[in-house]
Nanobody, 131 residues
Framework: QVQLVESGGGLVQPGGSLRLSCAASGFSMDHYVLGWFRQAPGKEREGVSCISESDGRIYYADSVKGRFTISIDKAENTVSLQMNNLKPEDTAVYYC????????????????????????WGEGTLVTVSS
């Protein structure tokens, strides 16, 4: 049974940092597409940062480029998102998602919201950026 469990969310002041982690079980990161998505109240779920093994591409939303970094630890079966210089507009529930089909980032966006073609989702962790 595949499980994705996020951790690391919380309240942070503007300009601060948080590191989100997603622990995967029942799922191998040897062949995958996975990443982080977020959904703010009243808004559509959006891709924040994703990795696809099929094309080796790493995607970052324009709004987070230069501030967020995605990383994978295959030994620990975790995917993390380091978030620096956080802004109030980063406030959202952040979800980890994965799919063993390893389709490309382009295909992921062709699927589109809310699930982007991903079979497995975590429960989400809330990030609030506020002074």
């Amino acid at each position: 049974q595949v499980q994705l469990v996020e951790s690391g969310g919380g309240l942070v002041q503007p300009g601060g940092s948080l590191r989100l982690s997603c622990a995967a079980s029942g799922f191998s990161m040897d062949h995958y597409v996975l990443g982080w998505f977020r959904q703010a109240p009243g808004k559509e779920r959006e891709g924040v940062s994703c990795i696809s093994e099929s094309d080796g591409r790493i995607y970052y939303a324009d709004s987070v480029k230069g501030r967020f970094t995605i990383s994978i630890d295959k030994a620990e079966n975790t995917v993390s998102l380091q978030m620096n210089n956080l802004k109030p507009e980063d406030t959202a529930v952040y979800y980890c998602a994965a799919d063993p089909s390893a389709f490309s980032i382009e295909t992921m966006f062709e699927w589109g919201p809310p699930l982007y073609g991903m079979d497995y989702w975590g429960e989400g962790t809330l990030v609030t950026v506020s002074s």
